[in-house]
Antibody, heavy 120, light 110 residues
């Protein structure tokens, strides 16, 4: 059974960079059928797609966040990572990593989510 | 890329049917048959209920169905049950390997 687990600091100071890692277990990230993505959800609000990455390293970002987002992959560790720079309180959210099935076009496996608060 | 528009809340009694709408544009919902719907219970990760507008993942209840007309997709839940009470989100492919979610709808089972 595939599992995804987010990890990283739960508190980040304003103007600093948020960094999270998603560790994938129970399967390989190197399949051509899947992309790997980050999605966030501010407290009490809706979901927002942040971006996705292919195992080859190709990246795709939400245009509204593109200038501040970097997603990378390390297939040797079965991990992919998110960096969001110049954070503000508006970036406080639960951050989910998820697998995108590129054949069926939906996010089929999700991590449990991790709350990241931006505060001094 | 703007969020898809969903009603903030809907409600229904056990056994009834409800429909949640999801309105986008000709750049996302209207241009691709790649709308999916997710159910999210409090404190939990979202779970897909419908993909490619109207397909159900294996093992999911046939009480859930989806459709699309123009720029608006819809999720219908028939035979409402208490466990259906949750937040529901639509999601659409928006071209160039990008995705957009709806603002979410809170379903209350009365």
């Amino acid at each position: 059974q595939l599992q995804l687990q987010e990890s990283g600091p739960g508190l980040v100071k304003p103007s600093e960079t948020l960094s999270l890692t998603c560790t994938v277990s129970g399967g390989s990230m190197s399949s051509s059928s899947y992309y790997w993505g980050w999605i966030r959800q501010p407290p009490g609000k809706g979901l927002e797609w942040i971006g996705s990455i292919y195992y080859s390293g190709s990246t795709y970002y939400n245009p509204s966040l593109k200038s501040r987002v970097t997603i990378s992959v390390d297939t040797s560790k079965n991990q992919f990572s998110l960096k969001l720079s110049s954070v503000t309180a508006a970036d406080t959210a639960v951050y989910y990593c998820a697998r995108l099935d590129w054949l069926l076009y939906y996010f089929d496996y999700w991590g449990q989510g991790t709350l990241v608060s931006v505060s001094s | 890329q703007s969020a898809l528009t969903q009603p903030a809340s809907v409600s229904g009694s056990p056994g009834q049917s409800i429909t949640i709408s999801c309105t986008g544009t000709s750049s996302d919902v209207g241009n691709y048959n790649l709308v999916s719907w997710y159910q999210q219970h409090p404190g939990k990760a979202p779970k897909v209920m419908i993909y490619e507008v109207s397909k159900r993942p294996s093992g999911l209840s046939n009480r859930f169905s989806g459709s699309k007309s123009g720029n608006t997709a819809s999720l219908t839940i028939s035979g409402l049950q208490a466990e259906d009470e949750a937040d529901y989100y639509c999601c659409s492919y928006a071209g160039s390997s990008t995705w957009v979610f709806g603002g979410g709808t809170k379903l209350t089972v009365l």
